[in-house]
């Protein structure tokens, strides 16, 4: 197997019943890259991620994730990932500390380890005087980049962001892209769905969902080309108004 | 093990900073204790009582004050007709009516004793039965009296001597004790993991837990611990309160009485996962917690005893595991019956401990 390939997944598909969420997608993601995962509201994203990171069984197809079989290595999949989902999951009525000590000692990383990452963290943020804040009373933006920090304290080899700026600023929105970058210049993979097209093109390949249905993968310059677009954006908007399903 | 403390530490610290958990847990037994033992009580007092009498001897007279004097009856009126005493009992004001014949003391002297009629009212089918016993007593009582001053011979008076085991003033209060604190293992046992578990649902941070290596047995023994510590900690407060107030301490050991309670916390917090674990919202895992907690709570012997229940419904009764902790709180309180006597309670409730238990895990899904 190609250890450069992180994700790999072949005709992968879900059914709730006789609705099909996910219908037979294909795609690989190298190691290292921004992989943008596009769709319009239903087209099935957050189906097929849940799928990847384990929290929920395929109904056909097959996979890798970090080289563990998705059908089967579940649980070896979930050490080597990082998940981020839509709604914010840090414990709230726990500190930030806290919050990151839990996480750490999930993982298993040691003490020096979750202390040197820590301060790593903390500094980068600039968020040391907010150690002891409750994670509940922090703005959301802030709190939006403290979830994708516990989420790669562990390094792992991919990381699944499902709308991860959500409701955010476009200040804070920047900044939450900086930290991605940081993320997969040092190696992590990144797996992001998103519904700013801005964000789109910072993405080093993009795929974008129609009805369950991959309709599009290549990279945002690639795409435009091809669409004989000026930006993803109108890229998206031409694929997209095929859609059968709704809102 | 490590990742246990850590979720244990993280489950701790959000039970204290919970602005309602430690209030409830708290708060609750001492109402329990404080509160319902006066108030669930099923001996009867003040029973309304109308005697009519006809005879107006030293006897009936005698048997007027006596009533009067005792705690059991309130006496209404003593009114001259039949009639009127009826329309007393029909009003509620009067609950039993006692007739004294014309004549009856002559005809107790000369031993040949004439009839005397007690009419209760049945609606409150307790209130009723209980005051025509007492009605019986008290009467039984006056001419034992004065068969005692007289010297005369009562064919019909033969005195039955009771004699109260174990629970010697047969106060209901005694038998209701043990019974309340079982309540409350199943409220804050069972109620409150099932509850914290859904909470988890419903923020979504389950998900972010289902997502990391965290095993679900490891989550699940996570969240039942500290409801396990809570529960022996409370059922200690109530024994000790049940103490000070009431003056009732366990007749057996409370070795005994502390394993019972450990398996039956297991087995509460065991149903209240499971339950967790099949809802998504708080109000369905409420529903169906509350669904349970009426069975255990009208068919466990809690409030009335198993053996006074029809066949069928004595059988469905073995697939509660509050009876048998009832049965062995009761007994273990009040009697001081041993773990060797009680055993094949004790194995019914460490298999419902393991079976609840084995389901709690067996039905928390990281996957769908």
């Known amino acids: ?247 | 093990m490590r990742t246990l403390l850590i979720l244990l530490d993280k489950e701790f610290r959000q039970f204290i900073r919970n602005s309602f958990l430690p209030k409830v847990a708290l708060i609750f037994p001492l109402m329990i204790m404080l509160v319902m033992p006066w108030v669930m009580t099923l001996d009867v007092r003040h029973i309304g009582i109308a005697i009519i009498d006809n005879d107006r001897s030293s006897l009936s007279n005698r048997l007027i004050r006596k009533t009067d004097a005792s705690d059991y009856f309130t006496l209404i009126s003593v009114p001259e007709r039949y009639d009127t005493a009826f329309a007393l009992l029909e009003k509620g004001d009067a609950d039993v009516i006692i007739e004294v014949p014309d004549g009856f003391e002559q005809s107790i002297l000369l031993g040949n004793p004439k009839k005397m009629r007690i009419t209760a009212n049945g609606v409150n089918a307790l209130k009723g039965n209980l005051g025509s016993q007492y009605a019986v007593r008290i009467i039984t009582q006056t001419l034992t009296e004065l068969q005692r001053e007289q010297g005369i011979d009562l064919p019909s008076t033969e005195p039955i001597v009771v004699e109260n085991r174990y629970n010697p003033t047969l106060e209901y209060r005694n038998y209701m004790i043990p019974a309340l604190m079982i309540m409350l293992l199943i409220m804050l046992c069972g109620f409150l993991p099932s509850l914290n578990l859904v909470g988890e649902k419903e923020t979504g941070t389950i998900e972010q837990i289902n997502v990391t290596p965290v095993g679900r047995f490891t989550f699940t023994l996570a969240k039942l611990i500290p409801y396990w510590i809570i529960g022996l900690v409370v059922l200690s407060i109530a024994m000790l309160l049940a103490y000070l107030v009431y003056g009732l301490s366990p007749v057996g050991s409370l070795g005994a009485i502390y394993l019972a309670a450990a398996l039956f916390v297991l087995t509460m917090s065991g149903l209240g996962v499971t339950i967790a674990n099949g809802s998504s919202t708080m109000q369905q895992a409420m529903f169906v917690m509350f669904f349970f907690v009426m069975i255990f709570v009208l068919m466990s012997g809690l409030i009335t005893p198993v053996a006074s229940m029809p066949e069928w419904a004595q059988w469905i009764t073995r697939f509660l595991p509050p009876r048998y902790f009832i049965e062995i709180m009761q007994a273990v309180y009040l009697k001081g019956t041993t773990v060797k006597e009680l055993w094949a309670n004790y194995t019914a409730l460490t298999a419902f401990a393991i079976i609840l238990n084995l389901l709690a895990t067996l039905t928390y899904k990281k996957r769908s």
Not at chain 1, 114 to 120: A, C, F, Q, W
Not at chain 1, 231 to 242: G, H, I, P
Request: aromatic share 10%; proline share 2%; hydrophobic share 40%.
């Open chain 1, 1 to 247: 197997m190609n250890r450069d390939k992180v994700i790999s997944v072949k005709n992968l598909s879900k059914k709730f019943g006789e609705f099909i969420a996910v219908d037979r997608i294909s795609f690989e993601v190298e190691r290292g890259e921004i992989f943008g995962f596009l769709g319009a509201n239903g087209a099935g994203k957050t189906t097929a991620m849940r799928m990847l990171c384990g929290l929920s069984y395929p109904t056909s197809g097959s996979g890798t994730v970090a080289g563990y079989d998705i059908m089967t290595q579940g649980e070896e999949i979930k050490r080597h990932i990082g998940y981020m989902s839509q709604r914010f999951s840090l414990y709230e009525d726990l500190t930030v500390w806290e919050n990151i000590r839990l996480y750490a000692g999930i993982y298993g990383l040691n003490r020096r380890q979750t202390l040197r990452r820590t301060v790593e963290l903390l500094d980068r943020l600039q968020f040391r005087s907010e150690i002891r804040t409750r994670v509940g009373s922090l703005p959301l933006g802030w709190k939006q980049k403290l979830a994708f920090s516990v989420a790669t304290l562990h390094r792992p080899e991919v990381v699944f962001l499902d709308e991860p700026t959500g409701g955010v600023d476009p200040v804070t929105r920047r900044q939450f892209w900086e930290l991605i970058y940081e993320a997969a210049a040092a190696g992590t993979t990144v797996f992001v769905t998103t519904h700013y097209m801005d964000e789109a093109e910072y993405c080093s390949r993009v795929s974008i969902m129609v009805d369950g249905q991959i309709r599009a993968l290549d990279t945002p310059t690639l795409l435009k080309q091809q669409f004989a677009a000026k930006s993803m954006d109108e890229v998206f908007r031409t694929l997209a108004r095929d859609a059968k399903r709704g809102e």
